[in-house]
Structures are given as C-alpha cells and as structure tokens.
C-alpha cells in the first residue's frame, strides 16, 4: 500500500527583512521580521509525500530531479515532525500506521515549484513551509501552524512565515532551543486587499549568493548590521505593525523601500561585497521613486530580496496597471534592457 498527501503553500515577500543568524543550526535570526504571504495560485510549492512499506529510505524530487536529503536542513524537518507523528489508521484501505512505525517507515517527496528556483524568488520559503505541513498532515502530527513554524523554520528561516496568509511576524524569539523563535499572524489576506503585487524578473538565473551565506558574511564582517538588528529593525517592526492595522500605504511604502535598501546596504557592507541587485534593479528603483514623487504620495512600493527581482506593491489596481505600463514603457520587451516576465498577483493565500 501506498498512503499520499499533497499540499501547497505560496511563497512570502518580506517588507521588514530576516538577514542574519544567532544560531545557523536550529536558525535563529538577529531581529524580527514581517512579510506579506503571496496568492498561492501564482507563486507556491506543490507538495505530495507519501509513505509505503515497500520504501527503504527516504527520498526527495525537486522540480522532477531527485535531491539529496542529506543536508542538515531537511533531516532536522524531518526529524522534528516524525517525533510528533501519531497513529494513522484507513479503513477503506485497510491501513494501520502506529505512532511506532512511524520511526521505521520511510517516505518518498515531491516538491515542485510554479516558479524560478533560487533567483531570489523566496522558493525555499515556500517549499519548506510546504514539505513540514504535508508531513505533519501524513502523519497526523495534532500542532497548529505556530508551532509547525518553528518547525520549518528549521528548514529555512524564512519559511516559517509561509505558514499563514495575510501579514505575518516571525518573532525571533529570546530562548536559546528556539521554542519562542515562531511566526505569528498580524492580519489575514482580506484586512488589505486592495494591495496588488507585481513581480518584475529581472533575471530568472540562479543566484550567486545564497541568502545562507550571504547572512553569515555579513554578520561575520558588516559593521552595519549590529545597529540595524538592535536599533533600526526594532523601531520599524513597530512603525510597521501600525502601518498595516491601519492601512496607511505612505508609512508602509516608505518603511518597505527603506528596509529594502537598508538590508542592500548591509550586504554591500560586507566583506567582500555583496551585490543582489544589478543596473535593472536599479532603475526599476529610480522609475518607482520618481513616480511616487510625482504623484505628491507614493503609489507603489518596491522591495528587492537576495536577487535582482523587483517586488512592488501597488496601493491598489489602478496603481498596479500604470506601474505595468510604465515598466514596459522603461524596459521595452526584446531590448537590451527588458525584463524576463511579469508576475502579477493580489495578497491572499
Ligand atoms: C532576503 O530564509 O532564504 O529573503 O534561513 O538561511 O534559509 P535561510 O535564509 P532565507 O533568507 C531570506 C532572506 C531574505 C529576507 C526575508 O525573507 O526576510
């Protein structure tokens, strides 16, 4: 017999950004950290797992190519939520799966993305979140989303805030087992659905820093990052909370595109450097922000995470479709200077 379930979870942008550790096994991040969970049917992981007796070890397909499972990450994620697995019983099949069998059992994983793996598209966020909920789901694991946080948290530190739609805060959390390091949602998809969020693809290619490593550099070498963890991330995650329970775009836009830039900032205050964004990012950035000064209040918000792509949030669609034409206006298709492709979605799970 063979015993399936299938799950998706959609990716999440983060407005006040995660960037760096205080434990790199367990990851701990150095400051809390607020995202907007995306509209699965545009950018999400699929998931299916199951589990078989004929199965003798674990294993993993990532967009139809098998994966090794022998990184710390995924063993931890599995480890985590086998030692929560409870008795499993269908009747219609005739199966009956104790608790105990769980620890002998194996399972086969296939993860696959609707979008561009590792281009700074926030993939692992969502394949994490979608690899611990299908687990907990086969195996009957009885915790709520807060808890299996923590869990894909394990997985990937930004991933944990994939496990609810709306706006979502990942507290860092002060034990040292990481206990109280969950994420914890602020307002659900409807509190602001006017939001409308455009990704411009810079370039689908792969990342040449991995958000990993990337983080322990900076932490190892930025002399920025101390006074942004302790004394900038604080105030904002403040300023950013009542920005969102109140639906104030101008203070949301402005905390969004300064924490962007400021989380740049700290990676080119790194040593060696570390350059995401490349000359289109960079123009995407001037386009935005000469437009919000002309329109005398800002219209969209523009936020970049550890890859060229641009992610804006319109106030609402009318300032989504003119974002649109003015990107094609600025980056006309088949030039030197056009984009990949446009994803376009409203907030929601
Ligand atoms: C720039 O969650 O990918 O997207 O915890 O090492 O897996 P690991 O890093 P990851 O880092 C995401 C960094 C970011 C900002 C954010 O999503 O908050």
Known sequence: W????????????????YWGKRDENLILAIN???????????????????????????????????ISLAGGRY??????????????????????????????????IDSYNNF???AGLASSAAGFACLVFSLAKLMNVQEDNGRLSAIARQGSGSACRSLFGGFVKWVMGK???????????LVDEKHWDELVIIIAVVSSRQKETSSTSG??????????????????VPKRIIQMEEAIQNRDFPTFAQLTCSDSNQFHAVCMDTSPPIFYMNDTSHRVIGCVEKWNRS????????TFDAGPNAVLIARNRKAATL?????????????????????IGDKSI
């Open 116 to 118: 561009p793996t590792a």
């Open 215 to 232: 983080m322990r550099e900076t932490v190892e070498t930025s002399a920025l990052i101390e006074h942004r963890a302790k004394v900038v």
């Open 2 to 17: 063979v015993l399936m379930v299938t799950a998706q979870a959609p990716t999440n942008i983060a407005v006040i950004k």
């Open 175 to 185: 034990e040292e087992n990481g206990s109280d390091s969950v994420a914890v949602p």
């Open 323 to 343: 974002m649109l034409q003015r990107l094609l206006f600025h980056f006309p298709p088949n030039s030197d200077t056009d984009l990949d492709s446009y994803v």
């Open 295 to 302: 329109e005398g209040t800002p219209q969209v918000a523009y």
């Open 75 to 108: 063993q931890n994620c599995l480890r985590e939520i086998r030692a929560r697995a409870r008795d499993v019983e269908d009747e219609k099949k005739g199966i009956k799966i104790t608790k105990k069998d769980w620890q002998n059992l194996h399972v086969h």
């Open 32 to 66: 809390d950290s607020i995202s907007v969970t995306l509209d699965p049917a545009h950018l999400c992981t699929t998931t299916t797992v199951a589990v078989s007796p004929s199965f003798n070890q674990d294993r993993m397909w990532l967009n139809r190519k098998e």
